[in-house]
């Protein structure tokens, strides 16, 4: 038997074909656009996903030339932040109302404000979605009043392929950690937070294990995807989740930089400890009951380096030429030859505001440029702060669960693949940085789901454990002169926030408003 997994990412689609051992045995990618139109906008067609989660299936198909009748279940993940609304039938309204986009904030700074401890206290700590509910209420009340419900791109696509109503729409438990109006121990919507912020728990979809199969393939997509109509289609997870549990990363004490379209540094623990005085640390619930992923995390600090490839980075033509080499790769040979600290520069990568702790006034920022300084040195800044951050974050790891130490730090997803960039991040933590494959996690995660909702994968946490993901990897040791150099660098990285710059990002947001 084969399963399908997907993982509908910001940057792109990954459809995968997992066996029972877990194994991906074929898989393929797809390119999704993002749209920004205005600033502090940015916006995907969810129709875009499915339309390319059919065509993704239809192509994987073909190259492992599996009989479509082998396939037994379908397995999703995806994008954590962003909603969609829809309507009785279904379809979209609002498009797919993305975690970068930040039209929404001004609701989440008065959540923080207002409700801070009861937030801290009894969610995952980071409400992406419930400003954008609260905005659209506040804002497009005549928008509002026609959806049905609010749901998630992992559960649009996947009700689209089954051919769901709005009232059977679902969310997985895990995908609650970006809401802000969940019950993290309950792993269901809190009904306490919802009459707070004046939002009605009807127009939320129903809560349901990742396993559960929420629907079959209907006829219409079948037949454009090559699968058997009827196929089990089971709810999935986010996909920071999935590919935790596709990495075997369930054993307390691991940690894990996920280097995507947002970063994240994850600790595995096995309690929830409320980050009650800063709000720097936020959780996400594992699938496996009992297990959670502390993480501090930058939203959208991966998409930092591919706006400053494409505001700055020669065009295509240019990099072609060049031996096939891509943008990234001409300007990493520029940058490792720079010394540690990028000649007095430093980045703030919050485009989007800071989650960790909450601050929406804080935006983006190249602080010290000089004459003499090139693009490489603004690149290798984008590097080196975003590890300053992970700094910061590692300290709040460290005092909220101080009996977990490692000496070593897995890292995953597109970022990864930047030797220079993990090697900064070891230097400046002083840990040994272990890059591992990523491409397949989120994929083997979804299959096994789907593999364990229809009961083919009888011990999910069993079968999770079978990957070795210390095995094959490339290891980056911390060079001990960087690592004293950068600590002086981290401790000024760090008075930034504590000076005069926080105070002036306040003053031009008040202006703003």
């Avoid at 409700?115 to 905005?135: A, D, E, F, V």
């Avoid at 121990?185 to 349901?208: A, F, G, M, N």
């Avoid at 909702?453 to 079978?466: C, E």
Wanted: with cysteine; aromatic share 12%.
């Amino acid at each position: 038997m084969y399963f399908i997994g997907i993982d509908l990412g910001t940057n792109g689609i990954k459809a995968g074909i997992v066996d029972e051992q877990g194994e991906v045995i074929s898989s393929s990618y797809l390119e999704t656009s993002l749209i920004s139109s205005a600033p502090g906008r940015m916006e995907q067609d969810p129709q875009d996903f499915y339309s390319g989660t059919l065509k993704i299936i239809k192509d994987i198909l073909q190259k492992s030339k599996i009989s479509p009748k082998e396939v037994t279940a379908i397995g999703l993940d995806g994008q954590m932040g962003g909603v969609i609304g829809i309507d009785r039938n279904f379809d979209s309204i609002t498009g797919l109302d993305m975690g970068m986009d930040i039209r929404s904030e001004k609701y989440n700074d008065y959540i923080h404000k207002k409700y801070k401890n009861k937030l801290r206290k009894i969610t995952c700590g980071s409400p992406r979605n419930t400003p954008k509910i609260m905005w659209w209420k506040r804002e497009y009340p005549e928008v509002y009043n026609k959806i049905i419900k609010f749901i998630t791109l992992t559960g649009y696509v996947g009700g689209k392929l089954a051919g769901l109503k709005s009232y059977q729409a679902y969310i997985d438990y895990t995908m609650l950690s970006f809401f802000g109006m969940e019950d993290i121990l309950k792993l269901d919507w809190s009904d306490e937070l919802c009459q707070l912020y004046d939002l009605e728990i009807e127009k939320l979809p129903t809560v349901v294990p990742p396993w559960k199969v929420v629907g079959r393939l209907n006829k219409a997509a079948s037949k454009t995807c090559g699968l058997m109509q009827g196929t089990p289609i089971v709810a999935g997870a986010g996909d920071q989740p999935a590919g935790l549990l596709g990495a075997g990363l369930l054993e307390p004490g691991v940690m894990l930089d996920v280097s995507g379209s947002s970063v994240l540094l994850f600790l595995v623990v096995d309690r929830f400890v409320p980050d009650i005085e800063n709000g720097a640390v936020m959780y996400i619930p594992s699938i496996i009951k009992g297990i959670y992923y502390a993480f501090i995390y930058i939203n959208g600090g991966g998409i930092c380096l591919r706006w400053f490839r494409d505001q700055f980075l020669p065009d295509e033509k240019t990099a072609k030429r060049s031996k096939q080499k891509s943008k990234y790769d001409l300007i990493e040979e520029k940058a490792k030859l720079i010394y540690p600290g990028s000649k007095g520069l430093m980045f703030i990568p919050y485009f989007g505001g800071r989650q960790c702790p909450y601050n929406r006034s804080l935006k983006g920022a190249w602080i010290g440029l000089s004459w003499g300084h090139k693009r490489e040195h603004m690149y290798r800044a984008i590097l080196e702060s975003i590890a300053y951050e992970y700094c910061i974050g590692l300290s709040h790891l460290k005092r909220l669960f101080p009996d977990y130490e490692t000496d070593k730090i897995f890292v995953t997803g597109g970022g990864s693949s930047s030797r220079l960039w993990n090697q900064i991040k070891a230097d400046v933590l002083g840990k040994s940085y272990l890059k591992i494959e990523s491409f397949q996690f989120a994929l083997r995660g979804s299959g096994l789901l789907a593999g364990y909702g229809v009961g083919a994968v009888k011990d999910l946490k069993k079968a999770a454990l079978k990957v070795d993901i210390g095995k094959n990897v490339k290891e980056f040791e911390p060079a001990k002169a960087n690592k004293k150099l950068y600590e002086s660098y981290s401790n000024i990285y760090k008075d930034i926030f504590t000076n005069t710059l926080e105070k002036t990002y306040n003053q031009l947001v008040d202006l703003m408003d």
